[in-house]
């Protein structure tokens, strides 16, 4: 029995290997500098690519807080992004002069995000026009603060297509939230320079290629699991995981014909 141990290891190992969630889009480390009402400047939304593997959605991580004190929230908003450009319309004026000074939290109140496919359209019409799921986590209002804290939605292993563009919105299922998701100036990380953000419904790029300066990206991390990988490239393959546990395997065959042969008779 004990010899099958290592064995079993080796078994155990590579799966928890190719079984591992990956972050195909992450740029949740870089700092809180802006942000979007999830119900005021509706719809908010972030875009992301799976490139040349297919996945399985898992979860996807946002950056909220919440405050209903007008006060502090202008204070929080930094000065002429692509967003605040637009907080000016009469439209958004109206609802959030609409709001008392410390208006009472409504206990039911709370966020959730989904996943939208734009339907193959290109830039600058490539928004999000079709759900295909929403997350199966509601984060409440009461569990916000006016500190930016990162959120877990979680996803029920949702197929993603390869070579495909989707979107993650965030919204309120009763129109009431006081949430906000948070944004950044630097526009880093995984798969975050090349996509877009849905502001109020008009649609920008992360980097826009007339004015790199003013780029602004929603903080999201979505993660996931591989159910396919690209080919490698010819004059660099990649081992599969089978091949790798069929390497583990061999080399505690050897381990063991070595230790026997070891032993006194």
């Not at 870089?30 to 399985?56: I, N």
């Not at 966020?111 to 193959?120: A, E, F, I, Q």
């Not at 780029?215 to 159910?227: G, K, R």
């Amino acid at each position: 029995m004990l010899r099958i141990r290592p064995v079993l290891a080796v078994f155990g190992c590579a799966l928890m290997l190719n079984a591992a969630p990956v972050s195909i889009s992450n740029d949740i480390g870089d700092s809180p500098q802006d942000f979007a009402d999830v119900v005021d400047d509706a719809p908010v939304g972030a875009s992301f690519t799976t490139g040349s593997t297919a996945y399985q959605l898992t979860t996807v991580v946002l950056v909220l807080s919440s405050t209903t004190e007008e006060s502090v929230r202008a204070s929080k908003r930094s000065t002429s992004h692509f967003r605040s450009r637009h907080s000016s319309a009469p439209a958004v004026k109206a609802r959030r002069a609409g709001r008392s000074v410390l208006s009472p939290r409504i206990p039911s109140a709370g966020t959730t995000v989904t996943l939208w496919s734009d339907n193959g359209q290109a830039f600058p019409n490539n928004g999000p026009a079709t759900q295909l799921a929403a997350s199966t986590t509601t984060v409440l209002d009461t569990s916000l603060s006016i500190t930016p804290t990162s959120f877990t939605f979680q996803f029920s292993n949702y197929p993603l297509a390869a070579n495909t563009h989707y979107w993650i919105m965030a919204s309120s299922p009763g129109g009431n939230s006081e949430a906000e998701w948070w944004s950044t100036f630097n526009v880093s990380g995984t798969d975050v320079t090349t996509e877009f953000a849905d502001f109020e419904g008009e649609i920008f790029q992360n980097v826009p290629p007339a004015d790199p300066g003013d780029a602004e990206a929603y903080l999201m991390q979505v993660n996931a699991l591989a159910t396919s990988t690209p080919a490698p490239p010819p004059a660099t393959p990649a081992p599969s995981s089978v091949m790798l546990v069929i390497i583990g395997l061999c080399c505690a065959g050897l381990y063991f014909k070595r230790r026997r042969l070891s032993q006194p008779s």
